[in-house]
């Protein structure tokens, strides 16, 4: 099945609701499911995929950046920092495909293996991460920062942005991990509001570099859209209904479900 044939964007869409849906109840999820999603149940080329699903994760993620500045859930000084490591990286990155030319064949070969890898560890980080935050939580105050650590925030910014142009995915869960590790003493919620706002200029620069190379499909990504939003408002609604426990456990078990349709799908 080719995500680009018209009769399969019904299906691309109840697929949206279902990743806006896990989005608006857990938060995260969205490169991490979406992109495995489109490669081994729609049969889309790896590039193709991830080009698509970064404009699409720039789009959905710009919806709660506003409330997080609003509400002084964003620490600039830190989202600087990252910005400057992973705008780099991207750009760096996205010059070698554009102008190196790799084997498309081993390049999709690479991205499935490293997609792998990235959903086991977003796994694991959805699982964690509540735990961190909790106990954070108990020792801080909402209002609490932490002075910036600028070489292991670049660092991180030039890792994660590498990962996400390759394959969409390490600006969510993985980001909040690895920000909860450097940051330790930082309010919880500024370390949500920080990477979400971080990963929007990331995913959508991302995508523009991926769109000059002719790898984003436009029906496929307002399919993925027309479902996404409904998804979320209704994922936002019931999540009260849920323990987060429950949402969480959900979600790790889809994400590892995605890395074995991955491995199989490339065996």
């Known amino acids: ?155 991180y910014g030039l890792l994660v942005g590498a990962l996400v142009t390759l394959t969409s995915v390490g600006a969510g869960a993985i980001g909040v991990a690895i920000l909860i590790m450097l940051y330790p003493n930082l309010a919880a919620r500024r370390i949500v509001g920080t990477d979400i706002v971080h990963a929007i200029p990331l995913a959508f620069i991302s995508g523009v570099g991926h769109l000059s190379m002719g790898n984003v499909d436009f029906g496929l990504l307002g399919a993925l859209l027309i479902g996404s939003i409904p998804g979320i408002m209704l994922g936002s609604r019931l999540v009260g209904a849920f323990p987060d426990w429950l949402l969480r456990l959900l979600l790790s078990v889809v994400l590892i479900y995605a890395a074995y349709l991955l491995y199989t799908f490339a065996h």
Not at 34 to 52: R, Y
Request: positive net charge; proline residues 6%.
């Open 1 to 155: 099945m080719h995500a680009s044939f018209p009769d399969t964007w019904i299906l691309v869409s109840l697929a949206g609701l279902l990743v806006g849906f896990l989005i608006g109840m857990t938060g995260v999820g969205g490169g991490s499911v979406t992109t495995p999603m489109l490669i081994s149940g729609f049969g889309v080329a790896p590039a193709l995929a991830v080009g698509t699903d970064l404009l699409f994760a720039s789009i959905t993620k710009a919806s709660a950046a506003w409330r997080h500045h609003k509400y002084g859930n964003v620490d600039w000084p830190i989202f600087g920092y990252l910005a400057c490591g992973s705008l780099t990286s991207t750009l760096i990155t996205l010059a070698w495909l554009k102008f190196a030319h790799p084997d498309t064949t081993l390049l999709a070969s690479v991205i499935r293996t490293v997609l792998i890898g990235a959903l086991v560890a977003s796994s694991l980080a959805v699982s964690l991460v509540p735990w961190w935050l909790r106990r954070h939580g108990s020792q801080g105050t909402p209002e609490m920062r932490s002075a910036p650590r600028p070489i292991p925030t670049v660092l």
